[in-house]
C-alpha cells in the first residue's frame, strides 16, 4: 500500500471520544472550519462556468474594444485564458487532495511559509472588496437609470440589507441562487450570440447583413501593438474569479467529484463565456462607437446595447440594463461569500482578528459577513466628485492583487509538488494530477509575475503619479504583510522534509453511497456531465 493510502495520519487525534477519526469526514459541519458542506456538485461547476460574471464582461469589455479592436479583444481574452488554464490546473490538483479549511491560503501557510499565507490571503481579500465596491455601484446605477426618485444612498442601504439577509440563509440557498443565476447568465449570452449571427447575416427586418464590415471599417487593431497591450491588461481583470472554486471546495459535500468537474468546466468558460464573447462583440459592434466611451449610462456603453440599436431597437438599452442587473445581483452575491470565507479561514489561523472565525451551529460565517459586506459601503464614496478619484483608486487595486494571487497558487503547487517527490509519495496517488507539470505550473508563476509588473505601463507615458501609484501599490504591500507577519510571529521557510501533505485531507459526504452502489457510469453520463 502508498504512503497516502489512507486520508488520514495515523497519527491524527480521533476527535470527539464516540466518533472514528474518520466518521469525521461524513459530518455535515466541517470540524475544522465550522462551515456547512452543503454545495452540490451542479452548485460548484456553476461557480466555476459563470460565477463571477459580471458588468465587467458586459460593459467594461466595451472600454477594451474601443482601445484594442475585435482582432485585440480576442487576443487578449486567448492568452489570459492561458494563463488561467494553467492556474486552474494546479488548483485543481491542490484543492481535490485538500478540500478542507482555507483553500489556497492555508495550502500557502503549509507548503511555503505562514507569512506568505498570510500575504497572498489579504491580496485576496483586497480583490474581493475591491470587487463588491464596483457591483454596488453597478447595481445602484442602474436602479437610478430607471428611477431616480430614490436617491443612491437608499438603493444602497435596501440593497445592502438585502444581501446580508440573504447570506444569512446559508451555504445552501446561496449555492441554489448562483446555479440558477448562472443558468440565467448563460442563456442571456446564448441569446445573444444567436442574434449576433442572425444580424451579421441578415436576418434582422429593416438592417443590412454587416458580415464582417467592422473588421474592415473601422479594422481589426486599434493603436497597433499599443491597443493590443491595453487590451491584454484589461482582459485580466475580468478573469478574477475563475479561482474562487477552491473557497467553495470545503462547503462542498463532495469535493473529490465536483472540483475536478469544476476544474475542467472552466476550459469551456474560457472558449465559450470570454472567447465567444469577445468574437460576437466585435462582429457586431464598431470599435470607434461613440456610445463605448461616451455612453451616459453603464447599458448604452455595452456592445450589447450598441449592436442592438444599430439593428433597429432602440428601446433595447432596458434589455441590457435588465441583463446587467441579474450579473450584478450574482457577483454581489459571489463577492460577499468568497470574501467572507477569506477572513473566515484567515481568523481561524490567526492572521485576522479572532472574532471573524466564528461560525453559528448553521455554518453560517456572521461575523465575516458583515464585515465583508460592509466593504461595500466604500461604492458611496463615488456619489461625490471629489471622493470619486479616491473610489476609482480602490476599484483598480483589484488587477494587480489577480496577478499575485495567481502566481502565488503556482508557487504554492510547485512547492508541494517538490515536497511530495522529497517524501517519497507517489503521484499515482494524487486523485487529479495537473497537465503538463511541471512546466505548466512554471507557466503560470513566470507569466504572472510578468503581468503584475507590466499591467501599469500605461501610466508611465505620460507619466501618471497617482495612475502609477494605484497599479503598483500592492506589490511592495504584498512584501510589507509578509515581512510584517514573520518578524511578528517568527515564522519561517518550510524546508521540504518539514512540509504536512496530510492534515486537511477527507472523504465525500456521498463516499460510503458510492461505494454500497457501486456502480460506475456510462460513457455517455460522464461526457454530458463534464461539457
Not at 177 to 182: H, I, V
Not at 186 to 202: E, K, N, P, Q, W
Not at 235 to 264: D, H, M, Q, W
Not at 277 to 289: D, E, K
Request: charged share 15%; aromatic share 16%; glycine share 10%.
Amino acid at each position: 500500500m502508498s504512503r497516502m493510502g489512507s486520508p488520514k495520519d495515523s497519527t491524527a487525534p480521533l476527535g470527539a471520544a464516540d466518533l472514528d477519526s474518520d466518521q469525521l469526514d461524513f459530518q455535515e459541519i466541517d470540524p475544522e472550519s465550522g462551515v456547512k458542506r452543503g454545495l452540490k456538485k451542479r452548485h460548484l461547476s456553476m461557480m466555476a462556468l459563470a460565477g463571477i460574471i459580471g458588468p465587467g464582461l458586459l460593459v467594461g469589455s466595451g472600454g477594451a474594444l474601443a482601445s484594442g479592436g475585435p482582432a485585440s479583444l480576442i487576443i487578449g481574452f486567448g492568452l489570459i485564458g492561458i494563463v488561467a488554464f494553467s492556474i486552474m490546473q494546479s488548483l485543481g490538483e491542490l484543492t481535490t487532495l485538500y478540500p478542507s479549511g482555507g483553500a489556497f491560503t492555508k495550502l500557502a501557510d503549509r507548503m511555503v511559509d505562514p507569512a506568505f499565507g498570510a500575504a497572498v490571503g489579504w491580496n485576496y481579500f483586497i480583490i474581493w472588496f475591491a470587487v463588491l465596491a464596483n457591483e454596488y455601484n453597478a447595481v445602484t446605477s442602474i436602479l437610478s437609470f430607471w428611477s431616480d426618485k430614490v436617491p443612491i444612498w437608499g438603493y444602497f442601504l435596501l440593497l445592502w440589507s438585502a444581501f446580508l439577509g440573504f447570506q444569512f440563509l446559508g451555504v445552501e440557498t446561496f449555492g441554489e441562487a448562483e446555479f440558477w443565476l448562472a443558468l440565467l447568465k448563460l442563456a442571456g449570452l446564448i441569446a445573444y450570440y444567436i442574434f449576433a449571427i442572425v444580424y451579421a447575416s441578415g436576418g434582422v427586418i429593416g438592417a443590412d447583413a454587416i458580415g464582417f464590415r467592422y473588421w474592415h471599417d473601422p479594422g481589426p487593431f486599434v493603436n497597433g501593438f499599443a491597443g493590443v497591450a491595453r487590451v491584454f491588461v484589461f482582459c485580466s481583470t475580468f478573469y478574477a474569479g475563475v479561482e474562487s472554486v477552491a473557497v467553495a471546495a470545503t462547503e462542498t459535500k463532495n469535493p473529490s467529484v465536483a472540483v475536478p468537474l469544476a476544474i475542467r468546466q472552466v476550459f469551456w468558460r474560457i472558449i465559450f463565456v470570454y472567447l465567444g464573447a469577445a468574437f460576437f462583440y466585435g462582429l457586431t459592434c464598431p470599435s470607434n462607437a461613440d456610445g463605448l466611451i461616451n455612453g451616459t449610462s453603464r447599458a448604452l456603453k455595452s456592445p450589447m446595447t450598441i449592436a442592438i440599436q444599430n439593428a433597429g431597437w432602440e428601446g433595447g438599452v432596458h434589455l441590457i440594463n435588465a441583463f446587467i442587473l441579474v450579473t450584478c445581483i450574482s457577483a454581489i452575491n459571489s463577492s460577499i461569500y468568497i470574501a467572507s470565507r477569506t477572513l473566515l479561514f484567515m481568523a481561524q489561523d490567526g492572521k485576522a482578528p479572532k472574532f471573524l472565525g466564528w461560525t453559528n451551529r448553521r455554518g453560517v460565517p456572521m461575523p465575516a459577513i458583515i464585515f465583508a459586506n460592509a466593504f461595500g459601503a466604500l461604492s458611496l464614496l463615488n456619489i461625490s466628485a471629489g471622493a470619486a478619484n479616491a473610489y476609482t483608486y480602490i476599484v483598480n487595486l483589484s488587477g494587480v492583487s489577480t496577478f499575485l494571487v495567481w502566481g502565488s497558487i503556482s508557487f504554492t503547487h510547485i512547492r508541494f509538488r517538490q515536497a511530495w517527490e522529497f517524501q517519497g509519495y507517489p503521484v499515482e496517488d494524487l486523485p487529479f494530477k495537473a497537465l503538463w507539470y511541471p512546466w505548466n505550473a512554471w507557466f503560470g508563476l513566470f507569466a504572472n509575475i510578468f503581468l503584475a509588473f507590466v499591467q501599469g505601463w500605461t501610466t508611465l507615458a505620460p507619466f501618471k503619479a497617482g495612475d502609477f501609484v494605484d497599479a503598483y501599490i500592492l506589490l511592495p504591500l504584498f512584501a510589507i504583510i509578509y515581512v510584517a507577519f514573520k518578524i511578528w510571529n517568527g515564522t519561517r521557510f518550510w524546508r521540504l522534509d518539514e512540509i504536512d501533505l496530510q492534515s486537511g485531507r477527507r472523504r465525500d459526504l456521498e463516499d460510503s453511497k458510492r461505494s454500497e452502489n457501486g456502480e460506475a457510469q456510462p460513457w455517455w453520463r460522464r461526457l454530458w456531465e463534464n461539457f
